[in-house]
Structures are given as C-alpha cells and as structure tokens.
C-alpha cells in the first residue's frame, strides 16, 4: 500500500504562485514511477493536468496548464512538485497526487493509488 501526502495549497489572487508537493511512502513506493496531479473544480469530475515519468524524467501537460504550471519529481526522495504560475480563476479545486505503473494520460482508474488532496483556490 502506498500512502500519498500532498501539500501547499492555498488561497492565492489572480496571477499568484504556489507549489504543491506530493509526498510517497509505504512498502511498493519505489515500484510506481508515473505520478500524476490530477484537479477536481466545483461541481466537475477529476482531470489530470500534469504527469511525470520518473525513470526518465519526462513530463507533460494539460493544454489548460501548459507553459504556466511545471511538475517535478526526485524519485530517490519519492517526491512530485507542482509549481504553479500565473494562476487563474478557474485554476480552483482540489488537487490531488496519484500514481502507477501504467503510462501518462492513463484513465483516473487505472490509478490506484491517490492521496487525499489540497484545495487550491484563486480568487480576487
């Protein structure tokens, strides 16, 4: 069982930063090496927004966060961050760290392992 600790939201204005981190523990952490930041908004489903494969570094983006949010990780530290830049309105919801072993862009359900999520909110 792997456990998932995000942290750093927040409330932040328009055009504001925070940097979210994801941290795994647990027997089998080591195993998974695609993590993922998921975001729910008021009233809507989970989308993923940003992914990361550990072995080779690589990542990838929502259109929506492209060019303003960065996903990081150190998998000796078994840690993600999401760095978030230039934040919009409609950048609120919880966000939520998952991982697997399946590739980037994989359906919510083909991940089995989430943590609890952090709100972030952006308003004036």
């Known amino acids: 069982q792997v456990e998932l600790v995000e942290s750093g939201g927040g409330s932040v204005q328009p055009g504001g930063s925070l940097r979210l981190s994801c941290a795994a523990s647990?027997?089998?952490?080591?195993?998974?090496?695609?993590f993922a930041w998921f975001r729910q908004a008021p009233g809507r489903g989970r989308e993923q927004i940003a992914c990361?494969?550990?072995?080779?570094?690589?990542?990838s983006y929502a259109d929506s966060v492209e060019g303003r949010f960065t996903m990081s990780g150190d998998s000796s530290k078994n840690m993600v961050w999401l760095q978030m830049n230039d934040l919009k309105p409609e950048d609120t919801g919880v966000y939520y760290c998952?991982?697997?072993?399946?590739?980037?862009?994989?359906?919510?359900?083909?991940?089995?392992?989430w943590g609890q999520g952090t709100q972030v909110t952006v308003s004036s």
């Open positions: 998952a991982t697997d072993m399946g590739p980037c862009w994989a359906s919510e359900s083909d991940f089995s392992n």
């Open positions: 647990g027997k089998g952490a080591l195993d998974y090496y695609t």
């Open positions: 990361i494969r550990q072995n080779s570094g690589r990542t």
